[in-house]
């Protein structure tokens, strides 16, 4: 790996990521959301496979990049809506990515691959993009899934199991057995349902 090319391509993701308006705390510091986002998902992969491809490591840290430019609501509040944004980040999120990569001399090839990771197209049999979703899933359960349930007190059990066993079927089972070794700090209050669900 050139380390300088890559370097100067995280650099370039974290100054768009720092643009972002929305701000999150973090053990008492304040951060653009997306950068802290960024960060989080390259941790977590430097925990779960330090040894990931350059592609890998440079699709975790571009996978949500600059996501607030693209809003939920400008799209019809039902399933069809949110498939359709969902659709389009992707498709926002890999060409600013490849935009930025090649801007600091990437080459084709890896920036196709990056491309490909950060789109989620493949998922399951691109070893590539299944890795970007593990990271992805373990970042959730960590650090979102907390508040993601904080968001909807309303949601039962029942509502709550098949959210749950949803992530854990788009992970891998080394995913699935780093997450269960207790190598991601799981919300304590959410252990029982994640276990219920993954297990029953």
Known sequence: MNQARYQAA???????????????????????????????????????APDASEAVKL?????????WKIQRDEFP???????????KLYKFHAQTAGDLMRSVGYDDETIERTMTAVSKKGL????ETQMMEDVA???????????FANKHPEYSEEKWIPIINKTWQKMSPSAHEFALAGKIKLPEALVPLILKAVQG
């Open 10 to 48: 995280v650099a370039a993701f974290d100054k768009a990521n720092g643009e972002d308006p929305n701000s999150e705390i973090s053990e008492g510091k304040t951060y653009p959301k997306e950068l802290l986002y960024s960060i989080r998902m390259g941790e977590m992969l430097d925990r779960f």
């Open 59 to 67: 699709a975790v840290r571009a996978q949500h990049i600059q996501r």
């Open 77 to 87: 509040m039902d399933r069809a809506g949110y498939l359709q944004w969902r659709t």
């Open 124 to 127: 399951k049999v691109n070893p």
């Open 137 to 147: 899933d373990l970042v959730f359960l960590e650090h979102y899934m907390l508040a």
